[in-house]
């Protein structure tokens, strides 16, 4: 009894430390992306380099739904291979050197150094064209919404208000049948 205690408690204990771990962590295991801490900290970095050099900056919010459904729905290794081709389709719509970020299930994040608000808007329009085609058995083809905010240099904004109006953005969007929609103006 005792020996099966001490086990236990081993296993507690090793349990929670890889909670602590992954809490304190700034990736998402799942996907390999930075996940929201992680993503304000390359945000709040970056914005000081792009205020020196007077660059501006977006904030891409992009939802995917249906991409968490797939794995209830399809199952696990299939859900799992979704997230993955979904990243990868994200990732190649941004530029290797800008930051990507897992904010939710199916809601990440973008930030584009140096994109203007018509640079924003003309990938939002190549991103949204063909939406996230899904390559497993059988293929399914998920819609992709995005919620445009951009930054100017040296504006006084934080990455909290900037993930805000870039939600509101997307929300405003989903609730007109847009596929994307610029955030202009602070809430």
Known sequence: CETACSLLAGFWELDSIHRRILT?????????????????????????RLDQE???ATLIIARVPGLTELSK???????EEALRQCVALLR???????????ISNNTFGLWMDGGDRF????????MTAHGIPILIDP?????????????????????????ERGMQALQEG????????FSHEAP
């Open 92 to 102: 190649k719509a941004i530029r290797p050197t800008d930051a990507i970020g897992r």
């Open 73 to 79: 729905t399809r199952g696990f290794e299939a859900g």
């Open 24 to 48: 304190d962590s700034d990736y998402d295991i799942a996907s390999n992306l930075l996940n929201w801490n992680g993503l304000k900290s390359e945000m709040e970095r970056r914005s000081r």
């Open 139 to 163: 293929p399914v083809h998920l819609p992709l919404q995005l919620g445009l905010v951009s930054r100017e240099a040296n504006a006084e904004e934080t990455p909290e208000s900037l993930l």
């Open 174 to 181: 989903v609730a007109e049948n847009r596929k994307w929609r």
């Open 119 to 126: 640079a924003a808007a003309e990938r939002a329009e190549r």
């Open 54 to 56: 007077a660059m501006a």
